[in-house]
Nanobody, 120 residues
Framework: VQLQASGGGLVEAGGSLRLSCAAS????????MAWYRQDPGQIRQLVAD???????SYAESVKGRFTISRDNAKNTMYLQMNRLTPQDTAGYHC???????????????WGDGTQVTVSS
């Protein structure tokens, strides 16, 4: 599975960005896609995730500002980020997690990040 993230950039505080993550390869019918973010020297933080069925969860720090969504037909995940603050500045990475229940194996795939920089 290959993941390609895009949509990052430089934006002023209060602005918006929309990130995309396109997946290709051997995706299972059921999987979870997620956005993580990380600044150099900081712990990687889960921002939001979404299942194939559309169930979502968010970090407290982004609730009400960020919206995660996905288009299963296109194997693409999105992150709409509104009311951005300088604290949202980080490299944003996408992840696919899927389970082969028959083999009892879990798989995780990471994409290259896209940088989001929010100026004050």
């Amino acid at each position: 599975v290959q993941l390609q993230a895009s949509g990052g950039g430089l934006v002023e505080a209060g602005g918006s960005l929309r990130l995309s993550c396109a997946a290709s390869g051997s995706l299972f019918d059921e999987n979870t896609m997620a956005w993580y973010r990380q600044d150099p020297g900081q712990i990687r933080q889960l921002v939001a995730d979404i299942t194939t069925g559309g169930k979502t969860s968010y970090a407290e720090s982004v609730k009400g500002r960020f919206t995660i969504s996905r288009d299963n037909a296109k194997n693409t995940m999105y992150l709409q980020m509104n009311r951005l603050t300088p604290q949202d500045t980080a490299g944003y990475h996408c992840l696919v997690h899927q389970i082969d229940y028959g083999a009892g194996k879990e798989y995780e795939y990471w994409g290259d990040g896209t940088q989001v920089t929010v100026s004050s």
